[in-house]
T-cell receptor, first 108, second 118 residues
C-alpha cells in the first residue's frame, strides 16, 4: 500500500514563494506527480519526478528525494490564480495514489 | 496535448435509477483508463482501473456490481452507477494513460462529472 502526507492548508502572499511538502511510503516507487485542482474542476498536471533532483517548469519547481520518501513543490512569484488545492500523487507498478491535497490560499 | 472528455458534466437523478458516464480520449489511444471519485474537500480516491478489452480491476471497498465499468475500445470507457443512492452523490473523474499520442507516464484527466442523487 501507499501512505502519502501533505499539509492540509497553507497561506501565502501574492508575489511570495511557497513550498508544499509531501512525504510518502510506498512499495515499488514508479514516479511522483504534482497536480493543481481548482474547486469543482478536475486536476491538471504540474510536474513529474522519477529521479532524484529538481525539475523546473516556469514558476513551478518540484524536487524529489527517493531515499527520504520526500518531495516538494515550489511556487514562485505567487499570483492570486494560484489559490487552489495541490495534490501530491505517487505511482507504484499499478496505480496512482493521491494525497489528501494542500489547499493554498494566496492573499493580496 | 492529449485531451480527455467526459459526458455528462453534471447529472441529477432519482434514487434507484442508473446513470452512465462516458470517458473518451479524443486524440490518443488510451490503453488504460482510471475512474476516481472525489467527495467534497477530499482527495481523489481510485475506484477502478480498466484496460481495453479486459475486465476492470476494482479497489477494495468498491462494489463491482454497483459500479459497472466497460472499456470497449481504446478511446472509450463507461462507468454506470446502478441503483444510485444519495450517498453515491460525488464528483466522478476519469483519466487515461498510454498509447500513441500521449505520454506513457502521464495520466490525462477528464473534466469530471458531478452526480447528484435525490
Amino acid at each position: 500500500g501507499q501512505n502519502i502526507d501533505q499539509p492540509t492548508e497553507m497561506t501565502a502572499t501574492e508575489g511570495a514563494i511557497v513550498q508544499i511538502n509531501c512525504t510518502y511510503q510506498t512499495s515499488g516507487f514508479n514516479g511522483l506527480f504534482w497536480y493543481q485542482q481548482h474547486a469543482g474542476e478536475a486536476p491538471t498536471f504540474l510536474s513529474y519526478n522519477v529521479l532524484d533532483g529538481l525539475e523546473e517548469k516556469g514558476r513551478f519547481s518540484s524536487f524529489l528525494s527517493r531515499s527520504k520518501g520526500y518531495s516538494y513543490l515550489l511556487l514562485k512569484e505567487l499570483q492570486m490564480k494560484d489559490s487552489a488545492s495541490y495534490l501530491c500523487a505517487v505511482r507504484d507498478r499499478r496505480q496512482l495514489t493521491f494525497g489528501s491535497g494542500t489547499q493554498l490560499t494566496v492573499l493580496p | 496535448g492529449a485531451v480527455v472528455s467526459q459526458h455528462p458534466s453534471w447529472v441529477i437523478c432519482k434514487s434507484g435509477t442508473s446513470v452512465k458516464i462516458e470517458c473518451r480520449s479524443l486524440d490518443f489511444q488510451a490503453t488504460t483508463m482510471f475512474w476516481y471519485r472525489q467527495f467534497p474537500k477530499q482527495s481523489l480516491m481510485l475506484m477502478a482501473t480498466s484496460n481495453e478489452g479486459s475486465k476492470a480491476t476494482y479497489e477494495q471497498g468498491v462494489e463491482k456490481d454497483k459500479f459497472l465499468i466497460n472499456h470497449a475500445s481504446l478511446t472509450l470507457s463507461t462507468l454506470t452507477v446502478t441503483s444510485a443512492h444519495p450517498e453515491d452523490s460525488s464528483f466522478y473523474i476519469c483519466s487515461a494513460r498510454g498509447g500513441t499520442g500521449g505520454s506513457s507516464y502521464e495520466q490525462y484527466f477528464g473534466p469530471g462529472t458531478r452526480l447528484t442523487v435525490t
